[in-house]
């Protein structure tokens, strides 16, 4: 059997410019994942909240791409949804506001070679692409895995709003999986250094050692680059009083569930 890679991309088809409405974040990640040199043959699943409809063009001139709709308004619902849709060997995810470096499936096919799931960190930047940081937690845009070990993890909860990322991390850390953290060339590897430098990345090992592996690609920036949305849910919690307890609440829920915050 020919193996492939299904990209999921949840997207409420928000365009990137608020005062025009030619071009969507979803333009964007879609032209990510064409650009990629990975040789197997690559298919996109779209997963839209509950009420939505692909816009024509896609459906017209994108054979590659099919859209899921969620029975419900969610992210999670979106990727749940997506998911049940993909059918290749492998499964990658990919935000819609965010995109992927030419050699990030290249790059994560090889990794997941020695162990269950690879993920990347990222350069993350504002929506006008000028300085950025990099962001060593382990965002869904780069999460890359064999697709028989999404059932084995199950679905995303769809009772959480802000962290249903974590939830799902906190599930597949506890069946003792083994975790790649990809990062650009550049970045320390070995535990002394990472204390120092990259403290996140010292943590990700130590939460669990001999299970989380930080990997030089070695190319000289993260592979994925993230949009620091101002729409987005990292910014409404930080702006909105109402999103910032929802998001304590869940990470109360996490520590409850897992005994710790998962990442």
Not at 39 to 64: K, M, Q, T
Not at 108 to 134: M, R, Y
Request: charged share 25%; aromatic share 8%.
């Amino acid at each position: 059997m020919t193996e492939s890679v299904t990209v999921v991309i949840p997207s409420r088809l928000d365009q990137v410019h608020v005062e025009t409405a030619d071009e969507l974040w979803l333009d964007r990640a879609v032209a990510s994942v064409r650009k990629q040199t990975c040789s197997l043959p690559i298919n996109i699943v779209v997963g839209l909240d509950h009420g939505a409809a692909a816009p024509s063009r896609f459906l017209e001139d994108a054979p590659e791409i099919t859209f899921a709709v969620a029975d419900e308004v969610s992210q999670a619902a979106a990727i749940n949804a997506a998911v049940t849709e993909a059918s290749g060997t492998y499964l990658a995810m990919l935000e819609d506001d965010d995109r992927w470096q030419p050699r990030f499936l290249e790059h994560a096919l090889e990794a997941i070679k020695e162990c269950e799931f690879v993920s990347s960190n990222q350069l993350e930047l504002p929506p006008d692409d000028v300085v950025g940081h990099i962001n060593d937690f382990a965002t869904p845009s780069g999460w890359f895995m064999r697709r028989s070990l999404w059932p084995e993890i199950g679905d995303m909860d769809t009772s959480f709003r802000f962290h249903l990322d974590n939830d799902w991390l906190g599930r597949l850390s506890d069946q003792g999986n083994r975790r790649v953290l990809l990062v650009e060339a550049g970045a320390a590897t070995n535990l002394y250094e990472l204390k120092e430098k990259r403290p996140f990345l010292h943590s990700f090992i130590n939460a669990k050692p001999g299970f989380n592996f930080v990997v030089r690609h070695g190319e000289d920036a993260p592979l994925v680059l993230r949009t620091a949305n101002p729409l987005g849910g990292m910014s409404m919690i930080k702006m909105s009083p109402q999103a910032r307890a929802q998001s304590e609440a869940e990470q109360t829920r996490l520590i409850e569930k897992f005994g710790r915050f998962p990442y």
